[in-house]
């Protein structure tokens, strides 16, 4: 009963503000200040957002086949990306030398953003498939390697000598102690490798809409060319949707983590 | 050196083989601000199979980096440290450690830490599972075998640290302090508890403290470390017969006895920490 009060209290302010939003919202589109292609009212948008759900509307496809591509291209891209980061942060934790050379070179990396990449991308793959994995695969590198890289590098110094004079040496030393003591400082890097990964993603599809005109950003383009607003709304509200979704299973993970270990701050 | 005159019982025979040997002995550190400092200078100790040492010593005399020594964690500038006769290289199962602070994988629960040492001994799952719970419930952690480290209190983390450490059947333990971040009372309590548990297995011990009372309640032999730069200065034999009892006279004699040289020691450390 009290879990429940609780979850209620947690829950009632979040409601109150997106129910306070909707009706300021719809109150401001019937006042007729703006047309409704500037301004839909919230209904016309979740109408849309029904309607074009699973259903498509050509020229274009639905939201859940455009959501479908989208997370498609964002799994192996980031799973390229993590794979390649872990592997070039082990590399720079592996002694100071690798540290200053490749980090250095990752910290640069890391301000770029990594949209900026796509007109190179494009030059070198075309306007294809590719060229959008790229620019996803390259926004995640820095970030994985650089938290991968500090998160060992901070592993407790007595953890690991108390490994060693339990006799686990090397390999062993590495994967039993040194890797499991790093992963709450590697989960911290994969989230942001995520948030980039997924606006990088946005942006690439925005700008690139030749590959075969599938995503949610292509889908947003679409629907700005068709002058759809209320459908604009509806795959804004899908893209924010996959977000959240995202953040809240890596916050579960994160909480696990910490939950088991007694990093968890109580609030 | 001196010897405390009462010789009810002699634990260890004064002809056991030396188990640890520290020969010539010196070791100095590199200040982040430049400059040295020598930890340990010139030292000779020899530790017999079965003998329970304490070393004492004020602050920084280095007596934690002769265990690190021992234990292979470091390695000394000058002078060798034998096990056996053997030279001591690198650090291994043979020389369990108790740090300062239990040193548990947070990762893990008490069950696995425990049982993670005796994986890279080697052992199959069956014996692993089974020295490990027998191990447990000797330090009263039965119970909490499925808790999280962080859900224990210090104590309790110290002891399954201690499980873990006599678990793997060491030929020797190393202690730096183990329970210098204890509350009094829990102190007492696992200086009993290692006591008793010691009496059985009889591992070769050397035991790193500045709590005088706590060296001579469990020690064959205390050895006084000086002033830095560390070296050793006077040791006691404490022939008490076990089980002792911390408010033994004789004990508490020996305590005044030790006090006395190591004050010399401290005042040195405190004139020197006024000059800089």
């Known amino acids: 009963m009290s879990r429940l009060r609780s979850t209620a209290s947690q829950l009632w302010p979040r409601v109150a503000a997106i129910l306070g939003l909707l009706l300021l919202w719809q109150l401001v589109a019937v006042s007729g200040f703006f047309t409704s ?34 997370v498609i291209r964002l799994v192996v891209g980031l799973a390229v990306g993590i794979a390649a980061g872990t592997a070039v942060g082990a590399t720079m934790a592996a002694s100071s030398y690798t540290h200053r050379s490749v980090g250095s070179l990752m910290a640069g990396l890391q301000a770029l953003p990594s949209i900026s990449w796509l007109p190179l991308a494009i030059l070198w793959f075309g306007y294809t498939e590719r060229a959008v994995m790229f620019v996803v695969i390259i926004g995640a590198i820095p970030a994985v390697s650089i938290a991968t890289a500090s998160s060992i590098r901070l592993v407790p110094p007595l953890l690991v000598r108390a490994g060693r004079t339990m006799g686990a040496r090397r390999w062993t030393l590495y994967r039993r102690v040194i890797l499991p003591a790093a992963v709450p400082g590697y989960i911290l890097g994969l989230q942001q490798a995520w948030a980039l990964g ?35 709304f509806a795959v804004m509200l899908m893209i924010m949707f996959v977000g959240m979704a995202v953040e809240a299973t890596f916050g579960a993970v994160d909480r696990r983590m910490r939950g088991r270990r007694g990093l968890l701050v109580q609030t | 050196m001196r010897t405390v005159p009462d010789l009810r019982t002699v634990h260890v025979p004064e002809e056991a083989p030396a188990k640890l040997t520290a020969r010539g002995v010196s070791k100095s ?23 329970f ?60 830490n425990v049982e993670f040492a005796l994986e890279m001994l080697g052992l199959p799952k069956d014996e692993r599972e089974d020295r490990t719970m027998h191990w447990l419930h000797r330090v009263h952690l039965g119970r909490f075998a ?106 508490s004699k020996v305590v005044v006895d030790i006090h006395a040289h190591l004050s010399k020691e401290v005042d040195k450390v405190v004139a020197a920490e006024i000059d800089r």
């Open chain 2, 53 to 112: 040492v304490c070393l004492l010593g004020p602050s920084g005399c280095g007596k934690s980096t002769l265990l690190n020594l021992f234990a292979g964690l470091d390695r000394p500038d000058t002078g060798e440290l034998l096990i056996d006769g053997r030279s001591i290289e690198a650090p291994g199962p043979d020389r369990a450690v108790l740090f300062q602070e239990p040193a548990l994988f947070p990762w893990m629960n008490v069950r696995d």
């Open chain 2, 146 to 251: 499925k808790a999280q480290p962080h859900e224990l209190s210090g104590g309790m983390r110290q002891r399954a640290a201690l499980a873990r450490a006599l678990a793997c059947q060491p030929e020797v333990l190393l202690a730096d302090e183990p329970f210098a971040a204890l509350d009094a009372q829990t102190r007492e309590i696992l200086q009993r508890e290692l006591q008793e548990v010691w009496s059985e297995t009889r591992n070769t011990f050397v035991f790193v403290t500045h709590n005088v009372r706590e060296a001579t309640f469990l020690a064959d032999r205390v050895v006084l470390m000086s002033a830095p730069p560390g070296t050793l200065v006077t040791e006691h034999r404490i022939t008490v017969p076990r089980p002792r009892d911390m408010e033994d006279v004789l004990l």
């Open chain 1, 198 to 232: 997924w606006r990088a993603l946005m942006a690439g599809e925005l700008l690139l809409t030749a590959t075969g005109g599938k995503g949610l950003g292509h889908l947003l383009e679409a629907n700005r060319q068709l002058q759809q607003t209320p459908a604009i």
């Open chain 1, 37 to 70: 292609t500037v301004l839909p009212p919230p209904s016309d948008v979740i109408d849309s957002f029904i309607q074009n759900f699973a259903q498509p509307n050509p020229p274009r496809e639905s939201i859940v086949a455009g959501t479908q591509a989208s």
């Open chain 2, 29 to 51: 550190f590199r200040h982040a601000r430049g400059g040295t400092v020598t930890a340990v200078h010139d030292v000779d100790l020899e530790v017999r199979a079965g003998e």
